[in-house]
């Protein structure tokens, strides 16, 4: 691990002002240099790593008194960004009204892992590409900006089939952002000039021509909290992987539904394991809104979810599995007893 400074935020302006100072001083154009420190679970496995090399580091766990409530009110949720994993998972409110969310967060990690880990830096985390974590390989996009990607012509059994580039195929690797895509949710963003807020989906950005720019926040931004509105008793999140104890998927769907009188009135699908970003199946979607669902719509829907999927070498076999994933899960969804 390399020598960096250190700084502990006693609140929300100290913390924007040491990030954004310690990024201009080191690298004007890039966050990387600066990082905030929560639970630290993946920050410090890739500074490990040497993947990972802040000049700065800036202690943000003092914010946790104002940034760390889960706020349930009438027909909308508010979670603030430093909210642990495991404490959202196991709240009452969000088991019985937001399950694909408990759901995605107590399929993202160990035990251990969600008792220290918050929401906003679980939907900051990084790829798991081993390409992009093994710093022996110097072509990564990601890593090192226009070197090219290993993963293209290498092993990509984990890799992405939708959301792809020519520069990457790194697969977003999260379980929650893909409940909070699913769910319409917005993110609100704490900075120098103040609080902004943006829909969820526009924070992570697919990798394009600069796969190493990742996401919308400028340097010295924090997210701070997570907002729903609605309640979706009828969600899921269903997780298809390797083993069924800790590990990423290799496909998974958040699929949440209102139904009244056997009518499907809205339906939400996302994908994760599957894409660069976390993916929102919209053209799926539209084909459940005003029908009543059957095993011949949830294939139909599944085809939809993948028609744009581009599978490689390895990892073509995720394509009908993504479409099994999301048939069960919105087969799960349907008959749930709420």
């Given at each position: 691990?390399?020598?960096?400074?250190?700084?502990?935020?006693?609140?929300?302006?100290?913390?924007?002002?040491?990030?954004?100072?310690?990024?201009?001083?080191?690298?004007?154009?890039?966050?990387?240099?600066?990082?905030?420190?929560?639970g630290?679970?993946?920050?410090?496995?890739?500074?490990?790593?040497?993947?990972?090399?802040?000049?700065?580091?800036?202690?943000?766990?003092?914010?946790?008194?104002?940034?760390?409530?889960i706020?349930?009110?009438?027909?909308?949720?508010?979670?603030?960004?430093?909210?642990?994993?495991?404490?959202?998972?196991?709240?009452?409110?969000?088991q019985?009204?937001?399950?694909?969310?408990?759901?995605?967060?107590?399929?993202?990690?160990?035990?251990q892992?969600?008792?220290?880990?918050?929401?906003?830096?679980?939907?900051?985390?990084?790829?798991?590409?081993?390409?992009?974590?093994?710093?022996?390989?110097?072509?990564?996009?990601?890593?090192?900006?226009?070197?090219?990607?290993?993963?293209?012509?290498?092993?990509?059994?984990?890799?992405?089939?939708?959301?792809?580039?020519d520069?990457c195929?790194?697969?977003?690797?999260?379980?929650?952002?893909?409940?909070?895509?699913?769910?319409?949710?917005?993110?609100?963003?704490?900075?120098k000039?103040?609080?902004?807020?943006l829909?969820?989906?526009?924070?992570?950005?697919?990798?394009?021509s600069?796969?190493?720019?990742?996401?919308?926040?400028?340097p010295?931004?924090?997210?701070?909290?997570?907002?729903?509105?609605?309640?979706?008793?009828?969600?899921v999140?269903?997780?298809?992987?390797?083993?069924?104890?800790?590990?990423?998927?290799?496909?998974?769907?958040a699929?949440?539904?209102?139904?009244?009188?056997?009518?499907?009135?809205?339906?939400?699908?996302?994908?994760?394991?599957?894409?660069?970003?976390?993916?929102?199946?919209?053209?799926?979607?539209?084909?459940?809104?005003g029908?009543?669902?059957?095993?011949?719509?949830?294939?139909?829907?599944?085809?939809?979810?993948?028609?744009?999927?581009?599978?490689?070498?390895?990892?073509?076999?995720?394509?009908?599995?993504?479409?099994?994933?999301?048939?069960?899960?919105?087969?799960?969804?349907?008959?749930?007893?709420?």
């Amino acid at each position: 691990m390399r020598p960096f400074t250190y700084q502990r935020a006693t609140d929300p302006n100290a913390a924007v002002q040491a990030l954004s100072a310690a990024a201009a001083a080191n690298s004007p154009l890039t966050q990387a240099q600066a990082q905030p420190l929560a639970g630290g679970t993946t920050l410090i496995d890739l500074m490990k790593l040497d993947v990972m090399r802040p000049a700065a580091i800036v202690d943000i766990n003092p914010l946790a008194r104002g940034w760390s409530a889960i706020e349930p009110k009438g027909d909308s949720l508010r979670l603030g960004a430093l909210a642990k994993m495991s404490d959202v998972a196991a709240h009452d409110e969000i088991q019985r009204n937001y399950p694909v969310i408990a759901n995605s967060l107590k399929l993202a990690a160990s035990a251990q892992l969600r008792n220290m880990a918050t929401l906003g830096g679980n939907v900051m985390q990084r790829t798991r590409c081993s390409y992009f974590r093994d710093v022996s390989y110097e072509n990564c996009n990601k890593r090192n900006p226009g070197s090219g990607c290993a993963a293209m012509d290498g092993v990509n059994r984990m890799h992405a089939v939708l959301g792809v580039s020519d520069q990457c195929i790194a697969t977003y690797p999260g379980d929650f952002a893909q409940a909070l895509i699913a769910l319409d949710a917005t993110v609100e963003i704490t900075g120098k000039s103040g609080v902004r807020s943006l829909p969820f989906a526009q924070l992570h950005k697919a990798p394009g021509s600069t796969p190493d720019i990742e996401t919308s926040l400028q340097p010295g931004e924090l997210i701070s909290a997570f907002s729903i509105s609605g309640r979706w008793p009828r969600s899921v999140y269903l997780k298809a992987r390797d083993r069924q104890s800790y590990e990423f998927a290799l496909s998974s769907a958040a699929v949440a539904f209102d139904v009244q009188d056997g009518m499907i009135r809205d339906a939400r699908v996302a994908l994760g394991g599957v894409a660069t970003v976390p993916w929102r199946a919209r053209e799926a979607e539209a084909l459940l809104k005003g029908q009543r669902f059957d095993d011949g719509l949830a294939q139909r829907v599944a085809d939809a979810a993948f028609a744009d999927a581009k599978g490689r070498r390895h990892n073509s076999f995720k394509i009908e599995l993504g479409k099994r994933v999301v048939a069960r899960a919105l087969q799960q969804a349907v008959t749930m007893e709420i």
